[in-house]
C-alpha cells in the first residue's frame, strides 16, 4: 500500500517561514502576559472521555476525536454502542483541562491563580479559512477570583498582546449571561429552553435576524418569540439592559486605562457556543477577518464539578491561527530578526579549510548572526535563491583551492 504525503484533512505542514512566524508570536504573547502576572502551565492534550463529554462545551461535544479503549479494555464484540469503545478523548479547548488540572493542585496554587496556556486543541470541524482540525490555542485564566477585576485584567492584557503585534481598530464585543437569561425570561420562555434559544441567536451573524425569527418560530410560539426579538430593538436602551450587571463597570475601567487602539462594544446578541459560560462573555471581532479572533468569559461552575466546591473563574482566548493567518497575509516579517549567513562550500574541501569555516562560522555567531554551511550544488543559482528567500542576506562560497 503506497504511503499518502498529504496530512489528514483539516491539519497542515507548517514550513519554516510560517514557523518563524508562529515562534515570535508566542513569545511576544508570552511575554506580555507575564508582565500582567500569568504564569505558564501545561496540560495533556488527552482527557477522559467522561469530563469532555460532561455537558459543557456546547456543540464541541459532538467535534471530539474520541480514542479507543486499549489492549484488554477494547472489547468490540460487547460493545453496545460507542460510548463502550472509547475511555479518552483529544481536548476540544483548554478551559476544560484547566478545570481538572485546577481542582486537582489547588491546594499547591496561589489563590486567585492566573495561568497562562498555549497548545494545541482538537475538534473534527469543517475545514474552513482560518479553522482547522488541529489547531493552536492561547488562553489566560484567572481562577479563585469573583470580582469584575479579572475580567478587566484580561480584556487589558489581551488586547496589549494583539497591540503588541500590531493590530489595531478592533473591537471587544461584551454581554453578560446574566442579562441573556433575564431577556429570555422576561419574553416568557422557559429556563430550560435557555440553550435552545441561545444556540439559535448565536447564529444571528451566519443568518440574520430573519433567519433567527423563523428558527425561534420553528420550536416555540410567536408572542413569546416576539417579545424576546422586540428587546433587540435598535431603540432598546442598553443601559437598561446592563442595569444590575458589572458591564458598565468593565467598560468604564478599560476605556479609561486602555493604552491599544480598540473600542469596547456592549452587544446583547452576543451568547458564546459554550455551555459553561456563567456571567460576562466578550469576543474579539476585527474587520479585516470579518468575525471573530477570540473570546472567552466567566464559567463559576465548571471547577466545582471536580470540587463539589464553588470556584470562580474566567478566562479569555487568542484565536492564534486567525491572528497568524491575518499576519501572513500582510507578508508580516518578523523584526528584530537574526542577520542570516550562508556557507556554501566545496565538495571534497581539505580538512584544513574545512576547520577554518566552522571557525568563521563560530565567530560570526558570536556576533549575534544566524548561520548555515551547506555543501554547494550543482544548480548553485538555484541554491543561492533559496536561500536568499529564507532570509539569507549574505552568501559566502567556499571552494576547496
Same mark, same amino acid.
Given at each position: 500500500?503506497?504511503?499518502?504525503?498529504?496530512?489528514?484533512?483539516?491539519?497542515?505542514?507548517?514550513?519554516?517561514?510560517?514557523?518563524?512566524?508562529?515562534?515570535? *508570536? @508566542?513569545?511576544?504573547?508570552?511575554? $506580555?502576559?507575564?508582565?500582567?502576572?500569568? &504564569?505558564?502551565?501545561?496540560?495533556?492534550?488527552?482527557?477522559?472521555?467522561?469530563?469532555? +463529554?460532561?455537558?459543557?462545551?456546547?456543540?464541541?461535544?459532538? /467535534?471530539?476525536?474520541?480514542?479507543?479503549?486499549r489492549?484488554?479494555?477494547?472489547?468490540?464484540?460487547?460493545?453496545?454502542?460507542?460510548?463502550? /469503545?472509547?475511555?479518552?478523548?483529544?481536548?476540544? !479547548? +483548554?478551559?476544560?483541562p484547566?478545570?481538572?488540572?485546577?481542582?486537582?493542585?489547588? &491546594?499547591?496554587?496561589? &489563590?486567585?491563580?492566573?495561568? /497562562?496556556?498555549?497548545? =494545541? *486543541?482538537?475538534?473534527?470541524?469543517? =475545514?474552513?479559512?482560518?479553522?482547522?482540525?488541529? #489547531?493552536t490555542?492561547?488562553?489566560?485564566?484567572?481562577?479563585? !477570583?469573583?470580582?469584575?477585576?479579572?475580567?478587566?485584567e484580561?480584556?487589558?492584557?489581551?488586547?496589549?498582546?494583539?497591540?503588541?503585534?500590531?493590530?489595531?481598530?478592533? $473591537?471587544?464585543?461584551?454581554? %453578560?449571561?446574566?442579562?441573556?437569561?433575564?431577556?429570555?425570561?422576561?419574553?416568557g420562555?422557559?429556563? $430550560?429552553?435557555?440553550?435552545?434559544?441561545f444556540?439559535?441567536?448565536?447564529?444571528?451573524?451566519?443568518?440574520?435576524?430573519?433567519?433567527?425569527?423563523?428558527?425561534?418560530?420553528?420550536?416555540?410560539?410567536?408572542? @413569546?418569540?416576539?417579545?424576546?426579538?422586540?428587546?433587540?430593538?435598535?431603540?432598546? %436602551? =442598553?443601559?437598561?439592559?446592563?442595569e444590575?450587571? %458589572?458591564?458598565p463597570?468593565?467598560?468604564?475601567? *478599560? %476605556?479609561?486605562?486602555?493604552?491599544?487602539?480598540?473600542? *469596547?462594544?456592549?452587544?446583547?446578541?452576543?451568547?458564546?457556543?459554550?455551555?459553561?459560560?456563567?456571567?460576562?462573555?466578550?469576543?474579539?471581532?476585527?474587520?479585516? #477577518?470579518?468575525?471573530?479572533?477570540?473570546?472567552?468569559?466567566?464559567?463559576?461552575?465548571?471547577?466545582?464539578?471536580? @470540587?463539589?466546591?464553588?470556584?470562580?473563574?474566567?478566562?479569555?482566548?487568542?484565536?492564534?491561527?486567525?491572528?497568524?493567518?491575518?499576519?501572513?497575509?500582510?507578508?508580516?516579517?518578523?523584526?528584530?530578526?537574526?542577520?542570516?549567513?550562508?556557507?556554501?562550500?566545496?565538495?571534497?574541501?581539505?580538512?584544513?579549510?574545512?576547520?577554518?569555516v566552522?571557525?568563521?562560522?563560530?565567530?560570526?555567531?558570536?556576533?549575534?548572526?544566524?548561520?548555515?554551511?551547506?555543501?554547494?550544488?550543482?544548480?548553485?543559482?538555484?541554491?543561492?535563491?533559496? /536561500?536568499?528567500?529564507?532570509?539569507?542576506?549574505?552568501?559566502?562560497?567556499?571552494f576547496?583551492?
Amino acid at each position: 500500500m503506497a504511503m499518502i504525503k498529504k496530512p489528514v484533512t483539516g491539519m497542515k505542514d507548517i514550513l519554516p517561514a510560517e514557523m518563524a512566524v508562529r515562534t515570535y *508570536v @508566542t513569545e511576544v504573547i508570552r511575554k $506580555t502576559y507575564a508582565e500582567f502576572g500569568f &504564569s505558564s502551565i501545561e496540560t495533556p492534550v488527552v482527557e477522559h472521555i467522561e469530563n469532555l +463529554l460532561s455537558k459543557q462545551g456546547g456543540e464541541n461535544e459532538k /467535534l471530539i476525536f474520541k480514542i479507543l479503549k486499549r489492549g484488554e479494555k477494547l472489547r468490540l464484540d460487547a460493545a453496545e454502542s460507542e460510548d463502550d /469503545l472509547a475511555d479518552s478523548g483529544l481536548r476540544y !479547548d +483548554l478551559t476544560l483541562p484547566l478545570s481538572r488540572y485546577y481542582a486537582n493542585h489547588m &491546594s499547591e496554587l496561589p &489563590s486567585p491563580f492566573k495561568a /497562562l496556556q498555549i497548545g =494545541p *486543541v482538537f475538534r473534527a470541524d469543517r =475545514p474552513q479559512r482560518g479553522r482547522f482540525r488541529q #489547531f493552536t490555542q492561547c488562553d489566560i485564566d484567572i481562577l479563585g !477570583d469573583p470580582s469584575y477585576i479579572s475580567e478587566i485584567e484580561l480584556i487589558l492584557a489581551t488586547t496589549t498582546a494583539l497591540s503588541r503585534l500590531d493590530f489595531k481598530n478592533f $473591537t471587544i464585543r461584551i454581554n %453578560d449571561r446574566k442579562i441573556l437569561k433575564n431577556m429570555a425570561k422576561k419574553a416568557g420562555f422557559a429556563e $430550560t429552553d435557555n440553550e435552545k434559544v441561545f444556540i439559535i441567536l448565536d447564529k444571528m451573524d451566519k443568518i440574520g435576524w430573519d433567519g433567527v425569527r423563523k428558527e425561534l418560530l420553528e420550536n416555540f410560539p410567536e408572542e @413569546t418569540v416576539d417579545a424576546y426579538l422586540a428587546q433587540f430593538a435598535e431603540n432598546e %436602551d =442598553p443601559a437598561a439592559l446592563m442595569e444590575g450587571s %458589572d458591564l458598565p463597570t468593565i467598560i468604564a475601567a *478599560v %476605556d479609561a486605562v486602555r493604552t491599544a487602539d480598540f473600542k *469596547v462594544k456592549f452587544d446583547p446578541t452576543l451568547v458564546r457556543g459554550m455551555g459553561y459560560y456563567t456571567g460576562p462573555i466578550f469576543e474579539i471581532a476585527m474587520d479585516e #477577518f470579518g468575525g471573530s479572533v477570540g473570546g472567552g468569559g466567566r464559567y463559576d461552575e465548571m471547577i466545582g464539578k471536580f @470540587t463539589g466546591q464553588p470556584t470562580p473563574a474566567v478566562g479569555f482566548s487568542i484565536g492564534f491561527e486567525r491572528i497568524i493567518m491575518l499576519l501572513l497575509e500582510r507578508g508580516f516579517k518578523v523584526p528584530d530578526a537574526k542577520e542570516k549567513v550562508a556557507f556554501l562550500i566545496e565538495k571534497k574541501i581539505p580538512g584544513e579549510k574545512l576547520t577554518e569555516v566552522f571557525k568563521a562560522a563560530e565567530e560570526e555567531r558570536k556576533a549575534g548572526r544566524a548561520v548555515l554551511i551547506s555543501v554547494m550544488k550543482k544548480n548553485k543559482k538555484f541554491q543561492k535563491d533559496q /536561500l536568499q528567500a529564507e532570509g539569507y542576506t549574505e552568501i559566502r562560497e567556499i571552494f576547496a583551492r
